[in-house]
């Protein structure tokens, strides 16, 4: 397939309200984004700002109650449950804060499990999964269950699996977190290389030393965008004026 010539990832006035009446939480409020290929986008914001929304509207894990969120061109609103999932196998890798390993398979098989479930042979399956961890330097841990691993280890694992296959999207929502800042700042240059070999990548992160690796920042509060910078140097200010 063709690569998208547009963003990757495009939010269209997107606005998700959660309940309704008095109770009515607005989590986003008329959020307007693009992402394009080769650039990777910080998104920085107090608690409860809207961080974790976005990344879940723009993984397909969630619809937006007003606007359009497109995946390389395509409208998630208009396809199916089936087409959505199928989407997130093929083009979109998801590092969760709480990494969202399956305990009863290896961490080979956990990287593996999105290829195999897109049709991909076992065997090679098997092969990406196995490389993929020793991009993210754990491929001495592939036969060992997530039980058996630190937290450090099993982020390493789960960002693997966000990044094996041809990914065009990265949504990572505080990928550092279990990590020491040696290990992080690691991780942080491999999404970067991941970025610049072609794919496009979404961040939210608090940490300013790791916003400093975007192209961009995208400030929120109360739901809406209050900076968009082309200047990841400006993340120590805006992170000031939050407090």
């Known amino acids: 397939m063709t690569p998208h010539a547009g963003p990757v990832l495009e939010l269209r006035e997107v606005s998700r309200v959660h309940g309704q009446g008095e109770t009515a939480v607005h989590a986003l409020r008329g959020l307007s984004l693009a992402v394009t290929t080769g650039e990777l986008v910080a998104v920085m914001g107090p608690s409860g700002s809207g961080k974790s929304t976005l990344l879940h509207l723009a993984g397909g894990l969630d619809s937006p109650t007003v606007g359009e969120v497109l995946v390389e061109g395509q409208d998630l609103g208009t396809l199916s449950k089936a087409a959505v999932a199928g989407l997130r196998r093929r ?22 499990l999105p290829l195999e479930l897109d049709g991909v042979p076992s065997r090679r399956a098997r092969k990406e999964a196995t490389q993929a961890l020793a991009e993210v330097g754990v491929k001495e841990l592939a036969g060992r269950f997530p039980d058996d691993m630190s937290g450090g280890q099993q982020q390493r694992v789960a960002i693997a699996r966000a990044l094996v296959g041809d990914r065009r999207l990265v949504l ?15 991780v942080m240059r491999l999404l970067r290389a991941r970025i610049d070999a072609g794919a ?3 961040l939210v992160t608090h940490e300013a030393r790791h916003a400093g690796w975007a192209d961009r920042i995208v400030f929120l509060r109360d739901g809406r965008a209050v900076d968009d910078t082309g200047y990841a140097s400006d993340a120590e200010s805006l992170l000031e004026e939050s407090r």
């Open 91 to 112: 083009s979109i890798g998801y590092v969760f804060q709480d990494f969202n390993l399956i305990p009863a398979l290896t961490a080979v098989e956990n990287v593996a």
């Open 172 to 186: 990572a929502d505080e990928p550092t977190g279990a990590l020491d800042s040696e290990t992080g700042e690691a």
């Open 200 to 202: 496009a990548g979404l």
